[in-house]
């Protein structure tokens, strides 16, 4: 984890002295809220390897035979495994919904301040369906100010045209959480074909829209809680957003990933519980071999979930189902 750090920090170097990015902040703030992270992302290779590496080390001083030998099965063996199993996997899910959030708010705020150009804080040409039947068109808008142009909502009924409200400017009052606009025309179409129209130089108003949703990277999904990343599913889909399958697949992800502790726990066991005359690295070879296999295919499918292609449920899921069977062969294998 180490090495997998320093090399980072050598990519990111330019960029923290370009910024001028304190160095107790890069250490304090940015890798070690990047930590748990990285725990997450590597977890079931580091797990499976202590496995196979601790069960190879009992099978080659032939404690595995001695215990089958005195009357275990290896159902019995498996036990205590399964229990740690549990455990990892409890930690693991809690890493993956709420730990990891709050560490990865802080490296995202940090990424934001020092790593990222004022200009990715600002965005032109805006448009979003805010619910069915409003749309909202924005010119420009600069986050660092929180301040915009040329702001056009439009509330239809059905296929016609209700109502539509323009505002030369536009600012967002954080404190307030509401919207101000400036050199308002209000346009209300009635149905005798007449328009209503309402000058105003100012009005606040409750546009249910976050300019925070503007600039969030759909690669900063993990810092999302399950109660947020709900949230913004159900917002998301009120708009017809195309980013509900990637959400939902990084939703489901975080129980799909846990349970993958215990299959690969499984193959560890009965690939390693075997004395064999090639001794560690037989088993080692094999491991690796299932491991990487493991994890190209949880890649592959989580890539088609984002996309839509697959459900996302079952993109995360799969790799699970697909390696059970996988599982249980290793595991009748090594019974016999």
Request: charged letters at 20%; aromatic letters at 16%; zero cysteines.
């Amino acid at each position: 984890m180490i090495i997998i750090m320093v090399f980072d920090f050598a990519e990111k170097l330019d960029d923290f002295m370009e910024k001028s990015a304190p160095i107790e902040q890069i250490f304090s703030v940015y890798y070690l809220n990047f930590i748990p992270t990285l725990l997450n992302t590597y977890s079931p290779i580091f797990i499976f390897i202590s496995v196979l590496y601790f069960t190879s080390r009992l099978a080659s001083r032939t404690e595995i035979i001695a215990m089958l030998s005195g009357g275990w099965s290896l159902r019995r063996i498996l036990m205590p495994y399964m229990a740690t199993a549990a455990l990892l996997a409890f930690f693991s899910y809690l890493l993956n919904s709420w730990i990891i959030p709050i560490t990865d708010k802080k490296r995202v705020k940090f990424e934001n301040t020092y790593m990222r150009d004022y200009y990715s804080q600002a965005k032109s040409t805006i448009f979003r369906q805010l619910k069915p039947g409003v749309n909202m068109y924005m010119e420009y808008f600069n986050n660092n100010d929180s301040s915009g142009i040329g702001v056009t909502l439009e509330e239809y009924q059905g296929k016609n045209l209700k109502s539509t409200l323009f505002g030369r400017f536009i600012r967002w009052s954080p404190q307030a959480k509401k919207w101000q606009l400036e050199m308002v025309q209000q346009r209300v179409f009635l149905p005798n074909g007449n328009q209503q129209v309402k000058n105003m130089n100012s009005m606040d108003t409750l546009i249910d829209f976050n300019p925070e949703d503007f600039f969030f990277r759909l690669e900063d999904v993990q810092s999302l809680n399950q109660n947020e990343m709900r949230r913004m599913i159900a917002k998301e889909k009120l708009r017809g957003s195309s980013n509900v399958d990637l959400l939902q697949t990084e939703l489901y992800r975080r129980y799909a990933s846990p349970f993958s502790t215990f299959i690969l726990v499984v193959i560890a066991v009965s690939v390693a519980g075997r004395k064999t005359r090639n001794g560690l690295g037989y088993s080692l070879g094999i491991g690796i071999f299932v491991i990487l296999f493991f994890l190209f295919f949880s890649k592959y499918f989580i890539s088609y979930g984002n996309r839509g292609v697959v459900w996302p449920w079952l993109a995360v899921w799969l790799p699970n189902v697909l390696f059970i069977p996988v599982a249980w062969l290793f595991y009748r294998k090594a019974q016999q």
